[in-house]
């Protein structure tokens, strides 16, 4: 060990990972965004944000859900090393590793286009889609009864309960509306955003108790 190294902080501290978090949802985010103003021909009523991979612009959405994929990864990360210790929050911390990788597989398996014959690659995504909410709705109620009793994450813990809980109704909402003439493509936009509230905000607390 040399001179400059002593007393020097870890590189990937909490903090950092917490920033990283942010920084992948708050690109996802307007990603998404972007792939409003490329693609207006898209109705958001009726399509659903998977349907942005398809296409010229494509791209810019499989960007979408690696950074997602990797805030996933960050966050993960961040609270092994400062979240709560408890037996359920260690449960929800870990469980963030199956939307790390499905996000990834999303990317890389985009959907079938609507009325279009099913494929082995759309199949992928379906079931990816799928899991990865199943698991984030899983991994919220999990943090959220984690953070409960924790010292440091107590102050947190009605924001966290709300928002897990709106992260529920908004998957209701989807799930209820996935049906021909439906809003199907409104109620998708709403889970994403109330998603990406929840990652934002864990993020921020996680920042500020790490740097308690």
């Not at 985010?29 to 398809?54: C, G, N, Q, T, W």
């Not at 990865?132 to 947190?156: A, D, E, Q």
């Not at 003439?181 to 607390?205: E, H, K, Q």
Request: hydrophobic content about 50%.
């Amino acid at each position: 060990m040399t001179t400059e190294s002593v007393g020097k902080p870890p590189r990937f501290t909490s903090t950092f990972l917490a920033t990283a978090a942010f920084a992948c949802f708050a690109y996802s985010v307007l990603a998404l965004l972007l792939m409003h103003v490329l693609r207006p021909d898209y109705a958001p009523a009726s399509h659903m944000i998977s349907e942005y991979a398809l296409g010229r612009y494509g791209w810019v959405m499989t960007t979408c859900f690696l950074a997602m994929g990797c805030g996933c990864v960050m966050l993960l990360l961040g609270l092994a090393r400062s979240g709560p210790g408890s037996v359920v929050a260690w449960a929800g911390t870990f469980l963030l590793g199956v939307p790390s990788i499905g996000l990834v597989v999303s990317a890389f398996f985009p959907m079938d286009r609507p009325g279009t014959p099913s494929t082995p690659t759309g199949e992928i995504h379906n079931n990816s889609f799928f899991v990865n909410v199943v698991s984030i709705i899983l991994v919220t109620v999990l943090l959220s009864v984690g953070f409960w009793n924790h010292p440091r994450w107590r102050t947190y813990r009605r924001t966290a309960v709300t928002l897990s809980a709106l992260v529920v109704i908004a998957f209701v909402l989807q799930f209820l509306t996935l049906h021909r003439g439906m809003p199907y493509g409104l109620t998708n936009r709403f889970f994403f955003a109330v998603l990406s509230a929840w990652f934002f905000a864990i993020s921020i607390r996680l920042r500020a108790v790490s740097r308690e």
